[in-house]
């Protein structure tokens, strides 16, 4: 079996779609895939969805990673946050992403001696409570400039 080249970079989308705006980070990876047509080669844009644990194959031997998800803090819904992830360990969780734990998932991909610059894209959700597949009007009109974010971040 041939082994995969990995592409340098990342952007990893995460999030639960069945939970409305908890799959954000999932939805704006999909937009990306379908609207930006010249990303470079050394991109790769992946879906990780609620992958957990098992994405850290998908992370390893990254010279870089992206994650967009939905960050819970007290602000506008919509609001698109960047900032290294050395903030998800400093603060003691005070920027709670995702339910699997984006800052475990990052600290045992640092056991693995793997050391790829990550930052975080999150975008404060209107509604993660809901049953429903979708995102929120508001969380819908930031989409552009998390994109822009990303892109600024991962090229």
Known sequence: MKKRKVKQNLILGIGNILHKDDGVGVHVVNEIAETISD???????????????????????????????????????????????????DCN?????????????????????????????????????SFDIGISDSVKKSIPKAVECILEAAV
């Not at 470079?40 to 010279?63: A, C, I, Q």
């Not at 734990?101 to 050391?115: H, P, R």
């Open 39 to 89: 990303l470079p080669d050394y991109v790769e844009v992946f879906e990780g969805g609620t992958f957990g644990y098992d994405l850290l194959p998908v992370m390893s031997g990254r010279k870089k990673i992206v994650i967009i998800d939905a960050l819970k803090i007290n602000d506008e819904p919509g609001s698109v946050y960047r900032f290294p992830a050395s903030h998800l360990t």
């Open 93 to 129: 969780n005070k920027f709670s992403l995702h339910d699997i734990g984006v800052k475990k998932i990052i600290n045992m991909l640092m056991l693995m001696g793997e050391s790829p610059e990550i930052e975080i894209i999150g975008i404060v959700p209107e509604d993660i409570s």
